[in-house]
């Protein structure tokens, strides 16, 4: 199979970078690697989000503001590369195609942000999209996707398998409440829709298993095509 995995920033970085982590998805991401052909996106997370948050201080422009927080996801994506020692091609790569490439030289290609506006769940989809991967793998500090804030509403309940046009409803929903937020942004989520791309919607419990998440076996959430 071909598989993009979307790391999301808060789960590599959540304050300071979780070396152990990062060290152990890496070992999962190299062993996989050995049977199917590995893309990564890394988000830029709560880091990000605390030097965007500075700059509001200095700059209106929102679209500097996205440049900052694709520097911090390429920070990120460096950590990974940096653990994946000879597996990963060296440096950040910033296009889909040289993704392809780098796949062809059975490297696993690293990326973070690419354009302002799309965050990195949005790239990862994209990326699924163009490299015509038989899936992706969201890795989220929320262990699946719920059918309420689980945050804010105790009794909110886990949606084992879902469709991508679901997904895209409650995608749209999250953002339409003031400081909505959900496992995936709705651009992302019409992107996947888009492509027709299986996902798999995990927590960071699970990803310490990849190569059983793969093979389905994952307490997080399904999105059919």
């Known amino acids: 199979m071909r598989i993009v995995f979307d790391i999301g920033g808060s789960v590599l970085v959540p304050d300071d970078p979780d070396v152990d982590f990062i060290g152990k998805i890496a070992y999962e991401l190299i ?12 988000g830029g997370g709560k880091v990000a989000r605390k030097y965007i948050k500075a700059a509001k201080s200095f700059t209106p422009n ?6 900052i927080g694709i520097h911090i996801t390429r920070a990120n994506a460096m950590l990974l590369i940096a653990a ?20 062809q030289l059975k490297k696993i290609p690293i990326m973070g942000g690419t ?17 015509q991967a038989d899936l992706l793998v969201v890795i989220t500090n929320v262990d699946g996707v719920y059918d309420s804030d689980p945050k ?7 949606l084992d398998r879902i469709t991508v046009d679901q997904l895209v409803e409650i995608a749209m929903e999250g953002e339409s409440k003031a400081g ?3 496992v995936v942004d709705a651009l992302a ?3 996947i ?8 919607i995990v927590g960071k419990g699970d990803a310490y298993h990849l190569f059983d998440v793969v093979k389905g076996k994952h307490s997080g959430t399904v999105v059919e095509p």
Request: net charge positive.
């Open 31 to 42: 062993k996989i690697s050995e049977d199917h052909e590995v893309a990564v996106v890394v």
């Open 62 to 67: 929102e679209t500097f503001k996205d440049y």
């Open 84 to 103: 994946l020692g000879e597996k990963a091609y060296p440096f950040v790569i910033q296009d889909f195609r040289k993704a392809w490439e780098v796949i």
């Open 115 to 131: 354009h302002p506006g799309h965050t990195t769940d949005a790239v990862s989809a994209l990326l699924a999209e163009y490299l």
């Open 152 to 158: 804010k509403n105790p009794n909110a309940k886990k």
């Open 180 to 182: 909505g937020s959900g």
């Open 189 to 191: 989520a019409k992107f």
């Open 193 to 200: 829709q888009r492509g027709r791309i299986k996902t798999y």
